[in-house]
């Protein structure tokens, strides 16, 4: 899956003339913020078809907010939890 998503990545942002300035990239700082607006888009405007045509961030909000918030306090820590 990540070699799907890095080729997908490379492919729409990288490699795209719309998406890189003419002449290529000045400065690694150019690609840094290109990459955060890729990252942004692809989390929260793009439509993905397999979840009904809505952006994964509009997803994971609806499903959280139809469960049920789980409330640990009180509640005891195994011993040795998160230990090594």
């Known amino acids: 899956m990540a070699e799907a998503l890095n080729s ?6 990288i ?3 719309m998406m ?3 002449g290529g990239w000045a400065s690694i700082r150019d690609v840094e913020i290109a990459v955060a607006e890729y990252v942004d888009w ?3 405007r793009r439509l993905h078809g397999e979840i009904g045509h809505i952006p994964p961030a509009e997803f994971e ?6 469960h049920e918030p789980v409330s640990y306090v ?3 820590v195994p011993i040795g ?4």
């Open 8 to 13: 997908l990545f490379k492919a729409e942002c």
């Open 15 to 17: 490699r795209n003339p």
């Open 20 to 22: 890189r300035p003419k």
């Open 42 to 44: 692809y989390n929260h």
């Open 61 to 66: 909000a609806a499903h959280w907010a139809s």
């Open 74 to 76: 009180g509640e005891q």
């Open 81 to 84: 939890a998160g230990s090594r």
